[in-house]
């Protein structure tokens, strides 16, 4: 049993979109396993798959409130994925911010992205449509309140910019972002055919979000793996549950299993006293 991760304050991880918190199916993978057993004490946002940056606000920050009542802590870290990254930022804005040490976030659409402004063109009808199908299906899935189509919203450029100005790093909180890319279409089976369109649109990207939107506070760089393939979305979370490859990084920017990169981030909060 190590100690490598035992933070001053309790880790609350805020899941993407898409996904929700499961017990028997965690959205982390092995990842909050490997840092409890370093010490780390962990808990998860609880947000709906498909909600409003706001709506899903305010579900982690009834988690949070938990989390303090649970442990007595006066603070958490929070460690948050894509558009997880938001949802903290949006907290931190409003009302949240002094119960709030640190927010990290990975791969996040901090500002937006050209490939969704391209396909918000079509029709209104017909994204809303889309949407509200998405909707239904979620609900039936466990979404309290989905909505699709303001997740479709804040990925656009303008929507970001806007929410940049509305919610600029809190002071008094440290606040650190992290990418990761793959190499190209074929690197991820998940994202074959997003992975080109992103491309086409915003250049590098980990199959779904662009390494330029992921540019936030402190952004420590972009990573990749060992191999050629790179990290994708997924991959960041740790989908497949296992290493990349048997070879070790040779640079600070290779990973070859994330969930030492996950120890290293919580263990420096760590170190800094968080």
Known sequence: MSDDCCLKYPLLMVHGMGFRDRKHLCYWGRIPNALRSRGADVYFGHQDAVGSVEAN????????????RITGAPKVNILAHSKGGLESRWLASHGYADKIASITTIDTPHHGSKTVDFLMKAPKWMVKAAAKGTDIWMWILGDRHPDCYACFDILTTKTAEQFNIDNPAPSGILCQSFGFKVKGAFSDSIFCITNPVVTRFDGDNDGLVSTDSMRWENFRGVRTSTRKRGISHADVVDIR?????????SSDTEVSDIVPFYVEVVNELKEMGY
């Open 57 to 68: 606000a305010m579900n982690v920050a009834k988690s949070l409130d938990e989390v303090l």
């Open 241 to 249: 549950r296992r290493r990349f490859t048997k070879r070790a990084p």
